[in-house]
């Protein structure tokens, strides 16, 4: 299975804040700027941003709650980016696998 890795993506979960959102929201099945920014050790204005990253890469989609927007996690693009971390998981696993042939076989070399 080939899969395109998307590096906007992986730029917008690559950061700690932004992974314990998504967290957040899966767990709770939603939440507000205002609600993660209680949970989390930073403002609700950062928070904002962060949601904004999120939603650009479609992680996350918004519903207008009254004064609030409320953000839940878009499963069809968290399912792509699992996707694409098994890939380069299953590329580095045969990368590292033809990397111990090679150690091995010169460890041979040097012994015989």
Same mark, same amino acid.
């Given at each position: 299975?080939?899969?395109?890795?998307?590096?906007?993506?992986?730029?917008? #979960?690559?950061?700690?804040?932004?992974?314990?959102? /998504?967290?957040? %929201?899966? *767990?709770? !099945?939603?939440?507000?700027? +205002?609600?993660?920014?209680?949970?989390?050790? #930073?403002?609700?204005?950062?928070?904002?941003?962060? /949601?904004?990253? %999120?939603? *650009?890469? !479609?992680?996350?989609?918004? +519903?207008?709650?009254?004064?609030?927007?409320?953000?839940?996690?878009?499963?069809?693009?968290?399912?792509?980016?699992?996707?694409?971390?098994?890939?380069?998981?299953?590329?580095?696993?045969?990368?590292?696998?033809?990397?111990?042939?090679?150690?091995?076989?010169?460890?041979?070399?040097?012994?015989?």
């Amino acid at each position: 299975m080939s899969v395109t890795i998307d590096d906007e993506l992986w730029s917008a #979960v690559g950061d700690p804040t932004r992974r314990r959102m /998504l967290d957040l %929201l899966l *767990r709770d !099945g939603g939440g507000t700027a +205002t609600t993660l920014s209680e949970r989390l050790p #930073v403002t609700r204005q950062a928070v904002a941003k962060h /949601l904004g990253v %999120l939603h *650009r890469v !479609g992680l996350v989609h918004v +519903t207008p709650s009254g004064r609030e927007r409320l953000y839940e996690v878009d499963e069809a693009q968290l399912a792509r980016a699992v996707a694409q971390l098994s890939s380069v998981g299953a590329s580095w696993d045969a990368r590292l696998h033809r990397i111990k042939r090679i150690a091995e076989a010169i460890q041979r070399s040097q012994e015989g």
